[in-house]
């Protein structure tokens, strides 16, 4: 073995990074010592692929290590150096080691990173309060929006909670910003889920409500007062100017003059405060040179008095941008806690646990438990780590691992023998900040300040195997020149001394830069850049590549919408995720329009959407299209319908709609509007989605066009890689991979962006606020303007911006293999670095080809012909959508589609039966029932009398009672709602809502909603039930 058992190797783009891993993963495996112990071996990394990829690659070469050593000469001759052994005990411990993975694979663990954490936080369930079949939420949009609705609806309810977001609306109208407060306080609450906040939240989650409103008052008071004193001190200076006869023109420029007239009205402009200040001072002027002398004589008498008066109300603004920034995120900021709680409540109540908190949850628990403890919980003894990009880890992530593996680095468990650590990154890779990865982490271990009692080892992978030389020397010699754009010295240095590499004598390569030319509109720049990106889309073909060997790479969404479009329209077929957005299926939109005429969401715009999508459809060659619109829009629903099926030749009953639930109501207009073709995958699913909304939160209508607005431009369908089209993926989707030809538009960004909407945390002086060491602030250039301390955390973040920036490109430029293609603009940013300035300073004292363009390297024809070729993607679906006729004759089905289905037949069965005397009739006669074999319909029936025997429930259930099945009401918001039941006894009214699957937080307030409009119709005792329908049926009175 090596001299150290702790290693860290720094890992290039395209520098062998996987096989280094597999090739020291191997060597453990084999090595005579661990005794073929592959459960000792933990190997981390961040995504499912690459898992995926590490196992893959390590089963083939231990397979062809026991069938075909010849093949693998580089990892015979290493394994026969390191472990001293000979090629047939190689090939007969492969072996072994193989049967004993494929027999016990659950214990081969090269596994994620949230999937090592998720096995520590169920083996620690308990310690956390945890049910222990709780589920673990990826996206944490959705109780994001509940929590902050369940806020919302207790306004009018808690008094403090009423007082905070009623002062919140006033302050946001007051500032020219929108009343509506939700999406701003989903926006904020995502700083209580980013560990890079731990360590203020901490503060300022103690904060009583009592502390922040004192505070909140001291704030606004003092903006008041700051505001009075500015104005009075600028007043004063200009009265100083004019009792000593001296006016505008007096001064350089009028610049001093204006300084003070302008703050004298609150209009702050900083913009020549460095001037001012050197004028002031006698460094700069404060009068023209040829000024006659009596009027400088009178300027220099006051100076000294004009120079005080500049710094008084420098003080002043300065804490009144810090001060009026802090209100800006006072009173989100002092819902922290209680958003914390609710989350915590919603997480409890649904048996749910954010994946956000899993690191800052771990923590908690075991950092003051000693490693052996941790290890007998766990019930593994890893001996040996393995993490890959470690410079994505975040701080708390590796906190938690140092334990476990200093245990390890640290104890002999064998005779002169010792668990190891093998971490592999690239700190020009670390992407991932914003989500919580801290490069500095790498940095540090690269400078030996090791958490452990053992320095390591560092070695650097320098060859490039995957691109070709003159790709290879172009990113070597851009990034080493472009670190001086860096201002963090520790940040360019790690660009300047890394990122050469050296050629794996890959000889050829081409790479142009091309500049749009300027232009004002954002309009005119972004048709520049797509139509020269179509021609270098062209150009390449013209060489021999195939259109699957071609990746456009973007930093933005928008970006990769725009270039979407733009190839679409002149026939290039491509796959992205925007392509796959299912809401871009025009049958899609129709069915959600149908959707929304059933709560009266925007009727004629409905109206619209579906004939736009009939006529370009059916009629766009038999029927002018302005009086085809004609003909329908103005119809009521009735009409509008009706006359559309006599149009169409179609069944399709729009009252038999609307009485369906929506999975059966959407397959039913699918069955009606027979040209929506029931093999289109975008149409598939949408119905999974539906059907998957309605059994894990609900099955009713208007909440699902609520999670539908909030999602659509997320939901995707998945598609395999192997597809033959052009690739358009966002540069962070990208890493990771390679392709034949990256082309690289809308280079030409700033490192930071005015549009950027960080909050920064500011330390709070105690002079200032004495109950608060921290505050929230908007990350922009008046930073610089709040003082020393602003003027520090503004660089910091800076800083961070920068590495950020340079970071995303490198990746970008290193996906490459043979071709690299970079589209900006000729434009520099004044006092801001920029993708342009970085591709200007590169060009500047080259020449351009005569098309404008700069080239290294040559242009060749492609002959590698299969070279990354995709198999065509070809779905088979049963077209027949009439699962209820044959809903139990599939033996195959999953008992996943079961319960779904069964669960949609007993909401239909319970909207039919009163009492239980009415069971047995109504089972009888259903009519999707009939086939049903003995089994199954004692199933559904046994669980209907459970309900109906309730001892809750027993007494609501007869025909004395008045029931109302699925009865429509419609609110004052014309919202229409559908409770299941709404049963009326003598002395109250009972509403009864049937669920499958967990409680929600949503049901309640759905339940709510129901109660409200009862009370506005003079129901006045109402009882509010919820009936959860599982393996066991669940009673829960709201």
């Given amino acids: 073995m090596s001299n150290s058992n702790f290693k860290i190797i720094n890992a290039g783009a395209g520098s062998g990074k996987t096989f280094s891993l597999v090739l020291e993963y191997l060597t453990f495996l084999i090595d005579p010592k661990l005794e073929l112990n592959h459960r000792s071996l933990l190997a981390i990394t961040f995504t499912n692929k690459a898992v995926n990829e590490l196992k893959s690659r390590i089963l083939n070469k231990l397979f062809l290590l026991k069938t075909n050593p010849s093949e693998e000469k580089i990892i015979i001759d290493h394994l026969k150096n390191k472990l001293k052994i000979t090629d047939d005990e190689i090939k007969f411990r492969s072996d072994l080691i193989l049967k004993k993975i494929i027999y016990d694979y659950g214990s081969f663990d090269i596994i994620t990173i949230d999937s090592f954490t998720h096995r520590i936080i169920r083996t620690f369930s308990r310690d956390f309060k945890l049910s222990t079949d709780f589920e673990v939420v990826l996206d944490n949009k959705e109780i994001l929006s509940d929590m902050v609705d369940s806020i919302i609806n207790e306004v009018g309810v808690k008094k403090d909670i009423t007082e905070n977001l009623l002062s919140y609306s006033l302050y946001r109208i007051s500032d020219g910003k929108s009343m509506n407060i939700k999406n701003n306080l989903i926006d904020f609450a995502k700083i209580l889920l980013n560990e890079n906040n731990r360590i203020p939240l901490a503060s300022i989650m103690k904060k009583s409500d009592k502390t922040f409103k004192k505070n909140y008052k001291i704030l606004k008071d003092r903006i008041l007062l700051l505001q009075t004193e500015i104005k009075k001190l600028s007043v004063n200076a200009l009265d100083l100017i004019h009792k000593t006869n001296l006016e505008k023109k007096d001064f350089y420029r009028g610049t001093l003059y204006n300084y003070f007239e302008k703050l004298k009205n609150l209009k702050f402009d900083f913009s020549n405060s460095k001037n001012l200040e050197d004028s002031l001072s006698g460094l700069g002027q404060l009068y023209s040179k040829n000024k006659e002398e009596l009027i400088k004589e009178k300027i220099n008498l006051i100076r000294p008095n004009l120079n005080q008066f500049y710094f008084e109300i420098k003080l002043k603004v300065e804490l009144f941008f810090l001060t009026k920034s802090l209100i800006n995120n006072w009173i989100p900021l002092s819902l922290s806690s209680l958003m914390g709680n609710k989350i915590e409540e919603i997480e409890s109540n649904e048996k749910k646990i954010l994946i956000d908190n899993f690191n800052s949850k771990i923590s908690s628990i075991i950092k003051d438990q000693p490693a052996p403890y941790i290890f007998e919980r766990l019930g593994e003894r890893y001996k040996h780590y393995f993490i890959d990009e470690f410079q994505d880890t975040s701080i708390l992530q590796w906190s938690n691992l140092i334990p476990l593996i200093s245990n390890s680095l640290e104890t002999e468990y064998k005779s002169d023998f010792r668990g190891c650590l093998y971490l592999v990154g690239d700190p020009k890779q670390a992407i991932y900040r914003w989500r919580g990865g801290d490069v500095n982490q790498f940095i540090n271990l690269n400078l030996k300040n090791s958490p452990f009692q053992i320095n390591p080892e560092i070695r650097s992978l320098n060859i490039n195997y995957r691109s070709k030389n003159e790709i290879v020397k172009f990113n070597s010699d851009f990034f080493k020149k ?216 609900d099955n009713n209508i208007y909440a699902f066009i609520n999670y539908w607005d909030e999602n659509y431009n997320e939901l995707c369908i998945s598609m395999p890689e192997k597809i033959d089209a052009l690739r358009v993926l966002t540069i962070h989707k990208a890493k990771g991979l390679e392709f034949p030809v990256v082309i690289i538009p809308f280079l030409d960004e700033p490192f930071i962006s005015k549009r950027i909407s960080n909050h920064v945390w500011f330390p709070i002086d105690k002079n200032n606020l004495k109950d608060f060491e921290w505050g929230l602030v908007n990350y922009s250039d008046k930073l610089k303007e709040m003082g020393s301390v602003g003027q520090e955390t503004y660089n910091y973040h800076k800083k961070l911006f920068e590495y950020d920036a340079m970071t995303i490109l490198y990746v970008a430029m290193t996906r490459a293999k043979k071709e690299l293609h970079i589209i900006t603009k000729d434009t520099n940013q004044a006092n801001s670095p920029s993708y342009s300035s970085l591709f200007l300073s590169y060009c500047q004292n080259l020449r351009s080809n005569n098309n404008g363009e700069f080239e290294w390297g040559k242009s060749n024809i492609n002959t590698d012909l299969n070279e990354d070729l995709r198999e065509d993607f070809v779905l088979n679906v049963n077209s027949n959508l009439k699962w209820k006729n044959k809903i139990y004759y599939d033996s195959s089905l999953n008992k996943f589609e079961y319960k779904r289905k069964e669960g949609l037949l007993l909401h239909e069965l319970l909207s039919q039966i009163n009492s239980i005397d009415e069971i047995d009739f109504v089972i009888k006669n259903h009519e999707n029932l009939k086939i049903l074999n003995d089994f199954n319909v004692r199933t559904l029936k046994s669980k209907i009398l459970k309900i109906f025997n309730h001892k809750k429930l027993k007494n609501l259930f007869n025909n004395d009672n008045k029931i109302y099945n699925e009865k429509e009401i419609l609110n004052p918001k014309g919202k229409i709602l559908r409770p299941d039941k709404i049963i009326f006894l003598k002395n109250k009214t009972v509403i009864v809502d049937f669920k499958s699957g967990k409680f929600r937080n949503e049901h309640i307030i759905q339940m709510k909603e129901y109660e409200e409009s009862l009370k506005k119709m003079n129901y006045s005792k109402i009882e509010k039930i919820l009936i959860y329908i599982n393996d066991s049926i669940d009673i829960k009175m709201v």
Avoid: C
Avoid at 627 to 655: A, I
């Fill in 482 to 697: 472009s670190s001086i754009f860096l201002s963090d010295k520790t940040y360019s240095k790690i660009f300047e001394e890394t990122s050469l590499q050296l050629n794996s004598n890959n000889p050829g390569g081409y790479i142009t830069v091309n500049f749009i030319p300027k232009s004002r509109l954002k309009s005119e720049s972004d048709d520049f850049y797509l139509k020269l990106l179509y021609k270098k889309v062209l150009s390449v073909l013209s060489r021999g590549y195939k259109i699957n060997q071609i990746a456009v790479l973007v930093r933005k969404k928008r970006q990769a919408v725009l270039v979407s479009e733009e190839l679409v329209k002149n026939g290039i077929k491509i796959l992205s995720s925007e392509s796959l957005l299912i809401n871009n299926s025009d049958s899609v939109r129709f069915l959600i329009s149908l959707m929304r005429l059933l709560i009266n969401q925007d009727n004629i715009r409905q109206y619209k959407i579906i004939l736009d999508y009939l006529w370009s459809l059916k009629f766009s060659k038999s029927l002018e299209y302005h009086s085809f619109l004609k003909r329908y829009l103005n119809l009521d629903k009735e009409h509008f319908f009706r006359d559309l099926s006599l149009l169409l030749k179609n069944n399709f009953d729009y009252n038999k709609f609307s009485n369906l639930n929506i999975y059966d109501g959407i397959e039913y207009a699918i069955s009606n509007f027979n040209f929506i073709k029931t093999s289109d995958v975008y149409v598939i699913h949408f119905l999974d989605i539906i059907f998957n909304f309605s059994i894990n939160r």
